[in-house]
C-alpha cells in the first residue's frame, strides 16, 4: 500500500537517518514501513516531508483503499484526491 521504503531506496537513504529527522524511534518507523503499524495522517505528512516529496507520493499506485479516522469520524479513502480532499478539510479547520 506504501510505498516508503521504495522511496528510501530511490533516494538512497537510510531508515534510520529518516527517523533521526523525524525525531522518533527507528524501530518505530520501521514498523510502519513494514506495515506493522498503521500510520496516523499526521505521521504519513511528516514522513512526506521527511522524504521531501508529496504525500500523494507515499501511496503505491495501484489503487487506495482504507480509511482513516480523525476524532470521532472515519472517512473511507479510495484516491490520491479523497486523501488531498481530507488534507483540505483539515487544513482549513
Do not use: H, Y
Amino acid at each position: 500500500m506504501f510505498r516508503i521504503k521504495e522511496i528510501i531506496k530511490e533516494k538512497n537513504l537510510k531508515v534510520s537517518d529518516i527517523a533521526d529527522n523525524m525525531g522518533i524511534a527507528q524501530p518505530s518507523l520501521s514498523n510502519l514501513i513494514n506495515g506493522k503499524t498503521k500510520p496516523s495522517l499526521d505521521m504519513l505528512e511528516r514522513i512526506a516531508e521527511a522524504l521531501n516529496v508529496p504525500i500523494k507520493e507515499l501511496f503505491a499506485n495501484d489503487g487506495i483503499t482504507g480509511f482513516i479516522k480523525i476524532k470521532e469520524d472515519i472517512r473511507e479513502i479510495n484516491s490520491i484526491q479523497d486523501i488531498e480532499k481530507l488534507l483540505e478539510e483539515i487544513k482549513g479547520k
